[in-house]
């Protein structure tokens, strides 16, 4: 009823190909917008931020850059830890070398290191398929999580060998480090997550996300249809690494305020493929609910036993938390392989017809 | 060598010279020899068929034409000068376009998309340009959306425009892989077994839309197919392999009094 396509004509194909065809995706989106830049941030509180608006973002973004390379481009990793460790190393060395960068532009640069890897990382990707591919994205998994413990000069050669995120200031404001407040830290991530999902968008619906999703579905079609599949498959790898990499830079300068090497672990990586997997493999909008189920999740579990008065110890909270989480990963396979985004597509497919189905 | 006389069909078309040529094509895969010292040429605005009982390497001579395979000897000529050892995408973006005879759509993409694809080999603005959906990405994106609209209307499939592949049945999928061939604007199209597992509706069908391709485009057309009927109604010229040999060459009529070529589809006694 509220979600009828019925009387919105197309008179172009530029009309056709808008970023929201229908009307109502449009007024969604900027509802969503409007509780994302300003209803959140005026009423959250500092826990709030920390535990979930903060780590929601970024995860999502992880997951996105992590989704570019499997579910457009069907190529299976699990070394996103490493990556995005790449990133947020990459960031600390240039704001210890170049300490008067703006840290914002740091960021963004960072993400350009780990692009490298990535590329160098993702050449067996050009012999090796599915299965294979992970084992060697898994290498670079373990050698670069070595690399971050063992190569002093990556930490400034400190005695913790963790790296600690300074105090920055850009136009008068702590923007990273112990000074900076959290909501201005929320709209910095906001505002690059907001930026890296628009671009993600074109990407995936134009010409590049073509020639992804081509490689994916059937390689030696896309080769003869005049896709060039090194290259389609390396800028995936680049452009992936790169949104990765960002992620991880904000992981630590906008959110952890220190890293160990061992935070980049495999543990992280299946978090992020998780998220995407639960989200909805080839779809952008997935990764921002799988990453609001596995990172909101945990939190809904510990606030509802105390609200609740149900005396629970906090030890047994987190193992009912690793259950449900489990449970709710195999439901979903189960019930929507293609996760929460097509079960939201399926509604809106639904949604149109309402209430006549026929 | 160069021929551009042409000739003139059955029906009146003017043929026009050779298109790509096939010289003495040798194909090997270890001892076994797939093809065997075949030559022949295809004309510009023709219908060539290529036909033989299984196993005589048609399909292997048309992954030769489209790249996918490398001739052990012999080479093509293609636009009048010999063809370089080059990769698939190179070969589709010299205007060779093909279908395959297992369907080989992109499954997890709307019909549009699929149809897009087929246009990228003319798509070339940059990764930046794309990212922001401005300039040049958004100029392209439309052009070309009007260049596969076209062809959605030729192949009247406008109303599954936005179906995932994935959901349509096999007849569709068919066209739907004309459709993604026939938007690369091909000077070449090669046709897998166009009609392969269709029923007879679905078989005019199609025979209508390769006569029309080829009679509004001017595309020239070369295919494989089972269907004699098909064959012999559709096509200009037809080759028959047999074991990866030439045993005929020529119009439909000829090749149907060839005594080699009844011997090979009937048998004959040893």
């Known amino acids: 009823m509220f979600y009828r396509t019925a009387g919105q004509f197309k008179t172009s194909y530029k009309a056709d190909q808008a970023l929201f065809p229908v009307r109502q995706d449009a ?6 917008l409007a509780f994302a830049w300003v209803v959140f941030p005026l009423t959250a509180s500092e826990f709030t931020f920390q535990t979930l608006l903060i780590p929601v973002l970024i995860y999502a973004l992880a997951a996105m850059g992590l989704n570019i390379l499997t579910g457009f481009a069907g190529q299976l990793s699990l070394g996103t ?49 599915g299965f294979y591919l992970a084992i060697a994205t898994l290498a670079a998994q373990f050698f670069l999580v070595w690399l971050f413990e063992k190569w002093a000069w990556l930490y400034n050669y400190n005695a913790s060998g963790a790296i600690q995120v300074p105090n920055i200031e850009m136009a008068g404001v702590w923007i990273s480090g112990p000074q900076a407040s959290s909501i201005t830290q929320y709209y910095v991530v906001l505002a690059v997550v907001t930026i890296m999902t628009i671009l993600c968008i074109n990407l995936t619906r134009g010409t590049l996300g073509r020639t992804w999703k081509a ?6 079609a896309a080769e003869l249809i005049g896709i060039n599949l090194m290259k389609s498959k390396l800028t995936a790898f680049a452009i992936s690494s790169y949104i990765v990499g960002v992620s991880g830079a904000l992981f630590v300068f906008m959110w952890r305020g220190a890293a160990e090497p061992n935070l980049f672990d495999i543990q992280l990586s299946f978090r992020v493929l998780f998220i995407a997997i639960i989200g909805g493999l080839g779809s952008i909008m997935g990764n921002y609910l799988g990453a609001i189920l596995i990172v909101g999740l945990p939190v809904v579990l510990n606030i509802v036993p105390s609200a609740l008065g149900i005396p629970i110890s906090s030890a047994t909270v987190e193992h009912l938390n690793i259950m449900i989480v489990g449970a709710l990963i195999i439901f979903f396979l189960i019930i929507e392989p293609h996760g929460l985004n097509q079960l939201w597509r399926l509604i809106r497919e639904k949604l149109t017809i309402w209430p006549f189905p026929h | 060598m160069k021929d551009t006389e042409g000739y003139v069909t059955e029906d009146g078309r003017q043929i026009g010279g050779v298109l790509m040529e096939m010289q003495n094509i040798t194909l090997r895969f270890g001892g076994v020899v797939a093809i065997n010292d075949i030559s022949f040429d295809i004309r510009e605005g023709e219908i060539r068929a290529i036909i033989g009982p299984n196993g005589a390497g048609k399909s292997s001579m048309l992954n030769i034409i489209s790249g996918f395979y490398t001739p052990s000897e012999g080479q093509l000529i293609y636009k009048g000068s010999p063809r370089p050892q080059m990769k698939p995408y190179e070969v589709a973006r010299m205007g060779v376009a093909r279908t395959f005879q297992n369907i080989a759509l992109f499954e997890g993409m709307t019909v549009l998309d699929n149809v897009m694809t087929g246009r990228l080999t003319h798509m070339k603005s940059g990764i930046l340009s794309q990212a922001v959906w401005w300039g040049k990405a958004r100029d392209e994106e439309l052009a070309n959306r009007e260049v596969v609209e076209k062809v959605i209307d030729f192949l009247e499939i406008q109303n599954i425009r936005k179906t995932p592949v994935g959901r349509l049945p096999y ?39 390769i006569l029309d391709v080829n009679d509004e485009f001017g595309t020239t057309i070369a295919l494989i197919e089972h ?44």
């Open chain 1, 215 to 220: 490689t994916r579905d059937m390689d030696i």
């Open chain 2, 171 to 209: 007849g569709l999928k068919k066209r739907v892989e004309l459709a993604r061939a026939l938007a690369a604007e091909p000077s070449l199209l090669l046709l897998d077994e166009p009609m392969a597992g269709m029923n007879v509706e679905e078989k005019e069908d199609m025979s209508r839309f």
């Open chain 2, 227 to 270: 269907d004699m009927g098909v064959v012999m109604d559709l096509s200009d010229r037809v080759v028959v392999m047999d074991y990866g040999k030439k045993i005929g060459d020529g119009t439909p009529d000829e090749v149907r009094n060839n005594q080699d070529v009844i011997d090979a589809y009937l048998g004959v006694a040893h």
């Open chain 1, 27 to 32: 007024i969604l989106l900027m509802v969503i």
């Open chain 1, 81 to 129: 830890a490493a990556f995005m460790g790449v990133g947020a190393y990459a960031c600390y060395k240039l704001i210890t070398i170049f300490p008067w960068m703006n840290p914002i532009v740091a960021i963004m640069l960072s993400g350009i290191f780990s692009a490298g890897i990535g590329v160098a990382f993702g050449i067996p990707s050009l012999r090796i398929k």
